[in-house]
T-cell receptor, first 114, second 110 residues
Framework: AQSVTQPDIHITVSEGASLELRCNYSYGATPYLFWYVQSPGQGLQLLLKYFSGDTLVQGIKGFEAEFKRSQSSFNLRKPSVHWSDAAEYFCAVGGTNQGGKLIFGQGTELSVKP | DAGITQSPRYKITETGRQVTLMCHQTWSHSYMFWYRQDLGHGLRLIYYSAAADITDKGEVPDGYVVSRSKTENFPLTLESATRSQTSVYFC?????????FGPGTRLTVL
């Protein structure tokens, strides 16, 4: 079955510290992978995406993610977290046989300590 | 303005009433989606559409009706609202890749 797992429901980091949010997926074909961010009261905004090519992708707001096919993972990283990064983060997977649909993880809520 | 919009942004209604949530996109994307977001459940797909006049059920379609007579519009109707339909509803569109989300409609059913 196709699925996305974000093992961490809630993470707290100190401002200036590095961040890694985990995402594991189960998908039968070559996946399209996405990270979205949702600030309180807002819709989801795309941070970055992977379709093919270089497995390290850069996104907005200083985020990056690395696609590791052997581990079925697409972890999100940021070297130095800012207080404004506090939000909920969703990993999603799709593909050419999905009819445009994405499968979303349950989300990881990030809190940032001053 | 270009993008994806939802209306209303906030709605309070009563049990048994019919409610329609509107979604409009200006990109001419083929695909459109309706999700609901509830604490502890993440995003759940209600209905989606691959093109005008083509719609299909998602994960939680019961109690909802959709239509898509024009590519740019994808209204979601709650035919007889129930308290369990209190939620935040998001519309999204895509051309088959990433989805672009609207700002959401917060619906409260009393």
């Amino acid at each position: 079955a196709q699925s996305v797992t974000q093992p961490d429901i809630h993470i707290t980091v100190s401002e200036g510290a590095s961040l890694e949010l985990r995402c594991n997926y189960s998908y039968g074909a070559t996946p399209y992978l996405f990270w979205y961010v949702q600030s309180p009261g807002q819709g989801l905004q795309l941070l970055l995406k992977y379709f093919s090519g270089d497995t390290l992708v850069q996104g907005i707001k200083g985020f990056e993610a690395e696609f590791k096919r052997s581990q079925s993972s697409f972890n999100l990283r940021k070297p130095s977290v800012h207080w404004s990064d506090a939000a909920e983060y969703f990993c999603a997977v799709g593909g050419t046989n999905q009819g445009g649909k994405l499968i979303f993880g349950q989300g990881t809520e990030l809190s940032v300590k001053p | 303005d270009a993008g994806i919009t939802q209306s209303p942004r906030y709605k309070i209604t009563e049990t048994g009433r019919q409610v329609t949530l509107m979604c409009h996109q200006t990109w001419s994307h083929s695909y459109m989606f309706w999700y609901r977001q509830d604490l502890g459940h993440g995003l759940r797909l209600i209905y989606y559409s691959a093109a005008a006049d083509i719609t299909d059920k998602g994960e939680v379609p019961d109690g909802y009706v959709v239509s898509r007579s024009k590519t740019e519009n994808f209204p979601l109707t709650l035919e007889s609202a129930t308290r369990s339909q209190t939620s935040v509803y998001f519309c999204a569109s895509s051309d088959g890749g990433e989805q672009f989300f609207g700002p959401g409609t917060r619906l409260t059913v009393l």
